[in-house]
């Protein structure tokens, strides 16, 4: 489970300025894709685009899908490689690292699992209002009454 202070605005401004120049940020996101569990990840999204502007989103399935449980890590990228170049370029240089086996294999696999699908709007996460927990197994409707008596 991520802490909440760990996903909001104030904690990404903080990476931002502490990340070298070229440098990549690598969030990893347990998830389900449906749910709370999507409403957070369009939180965190949200939350990562105040510092970073672009972000890549990738889906790796976990190893224990099953008919009840349908299980994903969503990995965002974010950094500035991530703002002066395209996908493909990025697959390029990724391709010629795993060739000089400076990255594994299986960051080609990754990139196959790149999500095309935008991702909506979602709650603003910072130091006085983080429903991170909340978003877990809620609803949208459920999410704002229940966030707005927290903070009353």
């Known amino acids: 489970m991520i802490r909440f202070h760990l996903t909001t605005v104030e904690f990404f401004a ?49 190893p224990w899908n099953s008919p009840q449980m349908r299980s994903e890590n969503l990995i965002f990228f974010a950094g500035a490689p991530f703002e002066r170049h395209t996908l493909s370029t990025i697959a390029t240089n990724v391709n010629r690292l795993v060739e000089q086996q400076r990255l594994p294999f299986e960051a080609i696999a990754l990139l196959g699992t790149h999500r095309v699908q935008p991702w909506k709007a979602g709650v603003m996460l910072t130091d006085n209002y983080a429903p991170y927990d909340l978003l877990i197994g809620s609803t949208v409707q459920d999410v704002q009454p229940e966030t707005d008596k927290l903070l009353k």
């Open 14 to 62: 903080e990476l931002r300025a502490h990340l070298a120049p070229n440098g990549i940020l690598a969030v990893n996101l347990a998830s389900s894709g449906e749910g709370g569990d999507l409403l957070r990840a369009n939180a965190v999204v949200q939350t990562m685009r105040r510092s970073f502007p672009n972000v890549e989103s990738f889906a790796v399935k976990g």
